[in-house]
């Protein structure tokens, strides 16, 4: 199991960029995806997470402004920034946490490579 993530890049304080995390391979179906982000000299933390059905959660400081979406059949998780801040600049990574195969197995905690966000004052 892989997982691509694109659509980062850089955005003025205010801006919006959107997120996609694909996961692709031997996938009969993903439980549970999410997006988490590290900052230089900082620890990754929480961004979202979102359930197959559709149940969310979000770090405190993205509250109101970043909405995480599945699509189901297409093993996609999204992440919609809006009013984007400089203290969101990172290193957001996709991570599936829960992933049953199609070869009688499941696989935990499958990561993405990374993608840089970056948002200028």
């Known amino acids: 199991v892989q997982l691509q993530a694109s659509g980062g890049g850089f955005v003025q304080a205010g801006g919006s960029l959107r997120l996609s995390c694909i996961a692709s391979?031997?996938?009969?179906?993903?439980?549970?995806m999410g997006w988490y982000r590290q900052a230089p000299g900082k620890q990754r933390e929480l961004v979202a997470s979102?359930?197959?059905?559709?149940?969310?959660k979000y770090g405190d400081s993205v509250k109101g402004r970043f909405t995480i979406s599945i699509d189901n059949p297409k093993n996609t998780a999204y992440l919609q920034m809006n009013s984007l801040k400089p203290e969101d600049t990172a290193v957001y990574y996709c991570?599936?946490?829960?992933?049953?195969?199609?070869?009688?197995?499941?696989?935990?905690?499958?990561w993405g490579q990374g993608t840089q966000v970056t948002v200028s004052s």
């Open positions: 391979g031997t996938i009969f179906r993903v439980n549970d």
């Open positions: 979102i359930t197959s059905g559709g149940i969310t």
């Open positions: 991570n599936a946490e829960h992933v049953v195969t199609t070869l009688g197995y499941d696989e935990y905690n499958r």
